[in-house]
């Protein structure tokens, strides 16, 4: 299962319960947000740079993951930015794990997976080939699923677009969830959260079942 996802769950779930029920840790981030806005302001470039880069590494090694920069981010330049900051990110990231996958192959991708998981989703990929089952493989399985991609040389402009539709509804969920958290509003994260649940178990099962 996509770890990446599953990690962004765990760590969303025990930040947003601190929050709430932490006046210590409330203070503390809002210095903390107060610190990286004034910086932000005076080096818009530079802050937009650096939250992209830490998106894309975050994509090409799992189980990193910049989420916790997120709810930062949803309070500098609100939702709508954060998400195409994020999700450009992302995509650069895993538009890189395809080319080192397709170009470089096991010796290079051998540095961040190993050969019996790569061989495994490279299988799964070449017999699974329709564009729906990739799409539902995409959410299911881990980010670096792209070296796979690569490696068994996907077409490129069908692996960007599976990538952006399998990555839109997280960066979506991920600013929404972070604005609902900073609000107070339990009722709209936990929404959130249990639809980004129901979206990987669906796209894991579906994948499961059918490569049985």
Known sequence: MN?????LL???IIIAFLFWYSSVLQSAFYVIASYLNALAV????????????????????????NIPLVPIATLIWGPVPTIIFLLTGWLIGDIIAYIIGRYFGYKAVSYFVSKEKLDDWSNMVKKRTTFTTALLLRIALPAELGYAFGIIRYPLNLYIFITFL?????????????EAVLSGDTLKFFGLIGILITVIII???TTHSDLV
């Open 3 to 7: 770890k990446r996802h599953i990690l």
């Open 203 to 205: 796209a894991f099962r």
């Open 166 to 178: 399998s990555e839109l509804p997280f960066a979506i969920i991920s600013t929404y969830a972070s």
């Open 42 to 65: 005076e080096n818009e470039l530079l802050a937009i740079l650096v939250f992209v880069l830490t998106s894309a590494l975050a994509a090409l090694i799992s189980p990193l993951t």
């Open 10 to 12: 765990c760590i969303a």
